[in-house]
């Protein structure tokens, strides 16, 4: 059997002889762009960041875990602390976002797959927000995390002795008589990996479907110019 599009030079067979590149000029971008939906969906499951705090109180060090829906971890313990220096409590950082977040990340999911049958630039455009989603997940950190630092309680038992700061989103960073070390989480690590398995599969699919879609446009010229 075969498919011939009525174009020069793109024909698309499907037999024995051609099932491999059949398999892989087409079918391999719709795999990778599926997978890129899996692996977002599965890192909603896991921690995007992590950091911990060491102080002389607490020498095994307190330990914050945040999904993109929660935190988990010694968060009372290191609100205590922060108490200290008048910043506020954690679970006040990104409300709005935490609230909408899992249902943002099932959607860039269901984009992706939506993708998958789509055979023009558009599926580009469609799987734009889960390539940016990592970066954007990290530059919202940062902005909480320099709100934090820059809206100290002045009332603060120790605020008069901390000047503002924005503690480090990645590596170490010292607080007074605090340590931080903050960095990515599985989930996060696990959300790259599928903006670059997604950018793969996009490469893939332009490769696949190009062709065709350049032959359509000539095609089309071609009887608009035997209609002039």
Do not use: R
């Given at each position: 059997m075969a498919t011939v599009f009525e174009s020069e030079e793109v024909t698309v067979k499907v037999g024995e002889e051609e099932i491999r590149t059949t398999l892989t000029t087409f079918l391999l971008p719709s795999l990778l762009l599926m997978l890129g939906a899996m692996l977002i969906v599965v890192s909603i499951f896991l921690p995007y960041w992590q950091m911990t705090l060491k102080a002389p109180q607490y020498p095994k060090g307190l330990h914050v875990e945040v999904y993109v829906n929660k935190m988990t971890g010694d968060v009372r313990e290191v609100d205590g602390l922060n108490h200290y220096i008048g910043m506020p409590k954690l679970e006040e950082a990104a409300q709005l976002e935490r609230s909408f977040s899992v249902i943002a990340l099932v959607v860039l999911a269901l984009l992706l797959t939506a993708g998958v049958f789509i055979h023009n630039q558009w599926a580009g455009v469609l799987a734009l927000p889960a390539i940016l989603y990592p970066?954007?997940?990290?530059?919202?950190?940062?902005?909480?995390?320099?709100?934090?630092?820059?809206?100290?309680?002045?009332?603060?038992?120790?605020?008069?002795?901390?000047?503002?700061?924005?503690?480090?989103?990645?590596?170490?960073g010292v607080i007074g008589q605090f340590r931080t070390v903050a960095s990515l989480g599985p989930g996060l690590i696990l959300a790259m990996v599928a903006s670059f398995v997604i950018l793969i599969g996009l490469w893939f699919h332009r490769r696949a479907y190009k062709p065709i879609v350049d032959a359509r446009k000539r095609q089309a010229r071609r009887m608009e110019a035997r209609r002039g």
């Open positions: 970066a954007i997940f990290l530059a919202d950190m940062a902005y909480w995390l320099y709100t934090f630092g820059h809206n100290l309680d002045p009332k603060a038992p120790l605020s008069s002795s901390i000047k503002p700061f924005t503690p480090p989103v990645l590596g170490e």
